[in-house]
């Protein structure tokens, strides 16, 4: 049957329905240039330019770009004037589609179900039919309707089979157990795991195991159960089937086998909370456990109070004991706030098993209690000194002093963190921590303002260090050093030193900056951001020719062996339906695969740019200069398609406009996203913040309360660049505004928070390399000196030369 073009007038209604739920489009953000700006050569297209006139294929494609990027409000006007325009009618299916999938994304379930319908009912030979019943599965499940969710994406399996079985199975499974659908749910799990798959298929047999309990066959259960625990050599698995089959034994009146069960995770695996469950069992029914399991099992699980009793009943009960229950009790007292009780077991610790294990966290912890929760620094440090006057030869003697002049600097006693740290260099001058404490030693006597004895200790550091990065920040200091007590000569020597020592390192950069009398992050007079990757292209192919001496018949371009790869065949069906970060995995896996092959990895390199994976590309693309051989400052020699590649002009609507808006260079902001995200929009931190600019949801929120944008903000918006750009620099500038344009504290205040830049701002002067150095968190030093470096790296790009 031939697909039947509807009648425009029924495309107008189903547009306006569509429209109807979208609400208002946000506007683009407007402002003006400010002092960070500079001239730039007319607005940036590092893609294509687009025709005058677009046609209905390319306006959805845009739509389908915009839809990634979170910009629903073009997106939807994309389709719309797509529909309308369209004599064909896949492109006609393709744009309702793409309709359907922003209101799935905007939660309008009801209306994009219609959409996906629609398609279905009217274009049953469409090409894109199979995504017309993928989402409207995921219609359905959203809204809990779930056998009829888990028909369709028995369709989308009938209409694509073999490729993403794996995932589809696991969704139909899902909604079968939903549906009470026990057996066929268990059947969609088997598939699953026997299909091919990426990820470890043991939570999904965990699964079909807890259906059949769910059913009541629980013989069954237990024997996936008992299979999938002794296959395993994860604790935490361990511990969860162990409570898993306790309750499967329970459930059929075998309760020493379930105690058995629950004891060994007791007694094996204290740090998983299933193993905090079955003890509560064990507890409740009277079952006898070992106070010190008891403690352990309850420490782990934050029951501190507990564990403090279990622990104390242990030593009790056994006068012979090792330091184990006193170090967890201590820990736990610490938990609880009650520093006293704490210290007094370190103290017995220390006095009483100086052989034990835990001796020497012992000394550590009490100081560390000390200087944290007493703030008594001097004690805190005395007490590493003690231990270092008792063993002077003990292997972790420099490493205690190191941070015995680390407390001593934290708590303002910088003659002492001086003279501590001294010596270090002097008494353990061939350790690991020697070159650190002269360093640091050197950047405290030039805090004291003490410039020659802060010199000669950057210079013995210089004499004891050999990586580039050392070498450069010695020369950089050293010259810091010498301009302070008026050797302008000498300092400019010295920067020369640094900035040649490792090309594109800060301290490098640093030095050029100074050399040049430039400020932090200036910007250029004058620059370009466009670019032709397309033109670019046929320049690096030539490269490639040559220096991998690739054959004249070698096609770079022919994607046809990657697309016979069963990873590039997942990661093109998950992108299609827009669940990127599964493609993102299977790509992550066939870049690992085909490593060694520069050619294909240059022709993944164009597939990756144009699906938008530009995290994978940008690390592409530099691999690829790895294969040539290139060092960081080689690398600026290859063809410009792999640095523009590398350095990219990304998501350029949306920085753009966010620069003018917040004043910011487009650069900086550029290399603050670069630095954040890598340009992926859909990345998560451990920590919670998510998108474009890593945006915690709590300052997402604050943030957008202040804009009153976007309409209806939920967390779920950091994943929208569109949104993630604007957000990010609104409160990047707010901490610009706040430190008084001092772009390295505004940085600090990004990544750390503005409580301790300000703390760390208190300690120095208005130098900035002196404030970077005074940063306690290592994670906001490296931090400011990558955003640093991507600064100049972007400025060395796409800065020109004013038209004569």
Not at 72 to 101: C, F, H, K, W
Not at 174 to 202: C, H, K, V, Y
Not at 319 to 327: E, G, N, S, V
Not at 474 to 490: N, Q, R, V
Request: charged share 20%.
């Amino acid at each position: 049957m031939k697909m039947k073009l509807l009648p425009l007038a029924a495309w107008f209604l189903i547009l306006a329905t569509l429209s109807a739920c979208a609400g208002p489009a946000p506007q683009s953000p407007q402002g003006s240039a400010g002092s960070q700006q500079s001239t730039s050569i007319p607005l940036p297209s590092p893609t294509p330019t687009a025709t005058p006139t677009p046609q209905p294929q390319a306006r959805v494609d845009q739509g389908d770009h915009l839809l990634l990027l979170g910009d629903y409000a073009s997106a939807r006007q994309e389709y719309e004037t797509a529909i309308n325009q369209a004599a064909d009618p896949e492109i006609q299916v393709a744009a309702m589609i793409g309709l359907g999938r922003m209101q799935l994304l905007q939660q309008q379930y009801t209306t994009a179900t219609q959409a996906f319908l629609t398609v279905i009912q009217n274009y049953p030979n469409s090409q894109h039919l199979a995504e017309a019943q993928f989402f409207l599965g995921k219609s359905y499940a959203a809204m809990n309707n779930h056998q009829v969710a888990a028909d369709a994406f028995g369709q989308y399996l009938a209409l694509r089979p073999g490729v993403i079985d794996a995932y589809i199975q696991e969704l139909r499974g899902n909604e079968l157990l939903a549906a009470g659908q026990f057996t066929d749910a268990i059947a969609a799990f088997e598939a699953a795991a026997a299909a091919p798959r990426r990820s470890d298929p043991t939570p999904l047999k965990i699964k079909i195991a807890q259906t059949y309990a769910s059913m009541g066959e629980y013989e069954q259960a237990i024997s996936r159960y008992w299979e999938i625990n002794q296959a395993t050599t994860n604790d935490f698995v361990k511990a969860q089937t162990n409570f898993l089959l306790g309750q499967a034994y329970l459930a059929i009146g075998l309760p020493d086998q379930a105690y058995a069960r629950f004891q060994e995770s007791v007694s094996n695996y204290p740090l998983a909370y299933d193993t905090y469950s079955g003890l509560v069992v064990l507890i409740n029914n009277g079952i006898a456990v070992s106070d010190l399991d008891r403690g352990l099992v309850d420490y782990f699980a934050g029951q501190y109070g507990l564990a403090i009793e279990a622990f104390t009943r242990y030593m009790q009960a056994n006068p012979q004991h090792d330091a184990t229950p006193l170090y967890y009790r201590a820990m736990s007292h610490r938990s609880l706030g009650q520093y006293g009780a704490e210290m007094r077991d370190w103290e017995l610790i220390i006095s009483q098993y100086e052989t034990d294990r835990f001796w020497m966290d012992a000394w550590k912890e009490k100081a560390y209690t000390q200087w944290v929760y007493f703030t008594d620094y001097s004690a805190a440090a005395a007490t590493l000194e003690q231990f270092v006057a008792r063993f002077p030869a003990a292997a972790q003697a420099a490493e205690l002093l190191l941070e015995a002049g680390r407390i001593y600097e934290r708590g303002g006693l910088l003659n002492e963190a001086i003279e501590t740290w001294e010596g270090v260099a002097n008494n353990y001058p061939t350790s690991a921590e020697a070159p650190a404490c002269l360093f640091q030693s050197g950047l405290l006597r030039y805090r004291q303002q003490d410039f020659f004895n802060a010199q000669a200790n950057f210079q013995r550091y210089l004499a004891i260090v050999s990586a580039p990065r050392d070498i450069a920040a010695a020369y950089f200091w050293i010259g810091k050093a010498k301009s302070a007590l008026g050797d302008s000569e000498g300092a400019r020597q010295s920067w020369e030193q640094a900035a040649q020592r490792d090309p594109t390192g800060y301290y490098s950069e640093r030095a050029r900056d100074l050399l040049q009398g430039r400020e932090p992050f200036s910007p250029p007079a004058f620059y370009n951001l466009d670019y032709d990757l397309q033109k670019e292209r046929s320049i690096a192919e030539t490269w490639m020719r040559s220096t991998f001496n690739l054959e004249a018949d070698i096609d770079l371009n022919n994607l046809a062996d990657l697309e016979a790869n069963p990873r590039f065949q997942r990661a093109n069906a998950y992108w299609e339906l827009g669940l990127f970060e599964l493609a993102n995995n299977e790509l992550q896996d066939l870049k690992d695969e085909i490593a060694s092959d520069p050619a294909h990895c240059f022709r993944l390199l164009k597939y990756l740019m144009e699906r938008g994976f530009y995290r994978q590309a940008i690390i592409l693309s530099r691999h690829i200069l790895d294969l040539a051989g290139m060092d960081d400052a080689a690398t600026f020699t290859a063809p410009p398609y792999f640095n523009h590649i590398r350095f990219g002009v990304y998501y350029p609507d949306y920085v753009l406009s966010a620069a003018q808006e917040y004043n910011f260079h487009p650069l900086f902001l550029l290399s603050v996203i670069r630095q954040e995200s890598l340009f992926d929009g859909l990345v998560q931190s451990t920590a919670g913040a998510r998108g474009l600019m890593q945006i915690i949801p709590s300052t997402g929120q604050e943030i957008a309360s202040i804009l009153n944008w976007p309409v209806g903000y939920t967390d779920a918006d950091l994943d929208r660049p569109f949104v993630n750009v604007r957000l990010g620099s609104a409160y990047l500038a707010r901490q610009r505004t706040y430190f008084n344009a001092n772009l390295y504290l505004s940085l600090a205040a990004y990544n750390a928070g503005p409580g301790n830049a300000q703390q760390w701002a208190a300690l120095v002067s208005d130098d900035p390399d002196l404030y970077l150095e005074t940063i306690r968190f290592k994670e906001t030093r490296t931090y400011i000196t990558q955003i640093y470096e991507f600064y100049s790296i972007y400025r060395r790009l796409y800065e020109t030369q004013p038209s004569t």
